[in-house]
């Protein structure tokens, strides 16, 4: 079946410290591959997207390239800020439009 | 609407009573899904709707779940005989259902049973 699989948290970062969270996924052919954030008491955002292989996602200084030959899609920001601490899911689309998400990694950026 | 709106945002129900939860989804959105999202826990597939259609209801864990979109616009969701373990948040998502254009989620209903 379809899953994702998530760098498991939490990551705790100093401002300005570059960030990684790794996402791999198993799933039939090619899907659009998605990253999603969610701010403390708020719902879940889209924050970048990819449809295609080698295509890079980028928003708010966060991106991620869609590699089909390792089946990731790995989120990475060169600068952190306070104000991204959030947790983060990654989601390929799978069968039937449905979205199917992570655990979720719980990012804390500390001043 | 601007975006897609979820009602009641919290909800405290006493074990076997039983809750509707509403979602709003964007105006014109063809698409709507229902997540149950458990504390600390990515959201999981509930059940997803093409207009008045439920094409998928495989998410559901039981049969006390029950949504229905009879307009092809507002959604409602119904725990029947509501349990402690259907404590979560409940969340709502609509998309144009073209490939690739993602969903835009509701806040969620916290549902909490005691």
């Known amino acids: 079946g379809n899953s994702v699989t998530q760098m498991e948290g939490p990551v705790t970062l100093s401002e300005e410290a570059f960030l990684t969270i790794n996402c791999t996924y198993t799933a039939t052919g090619y899907p659009s591959l998605f990253w999603y954030v969610q701010y403390p008491g708020e719902g879940l955002q889209l924050l970048l997207k990819?449809?295609?292989?080698?295509d890079k996602g980028s928003n708010k200084g966060f991106e991620a390239t869609y590699r089909k030959e390792t089946t990731s899609f790995h989120l990475e920001k060169g600068s952190v800020q306070v104000s991204d601490s959030a947790v983060y899911f990654c989601?390929?689309?799978?069968?039937?439009?449905?979205?199917?998400f992570g655990e979720g990694t719980q990012l804390t950026v500390n001043p | 609407g601007a975006g897609v709106s979820q009602s009641p945002r919290y909800k405290v129900a006493k074990r076997g009573q039983d809750v509707a939860l509403r979602c709003d989804p964007i105006s014109g959105h063809v698409s709507l899904f229902w997540y149950q999202q458990a504390l600390g826990q990515g959201p999981e597939f509930l059940t997803y709707?093409?207009?008045?259609?439920?094409?998928?209801k495989s998410g559901l864990p039981s049969d006390r779940f029950f949504a229905e979109r009879p307009e092809g616009s507002v959604s409602t969701l119904k725990i029947q005989r509501t349990q402690q373990e259907d404590s979560a948040v409940y969340l709502c998502a609509s998309s144009l259902a073209r490939e690739g254009y993602g969903y835009t989620f509701g806040s969620g209903t916290r549902l909490t049973v005691v």
């Open positions: 989601a390929p689309l799978t069968s039937g439009s449905r979205l199917t």
């Open positions: 709707f093409q207009n008045e259609a439920q094409l998928d």
């Open positions: 990819a449809t295609k292989a080698d």
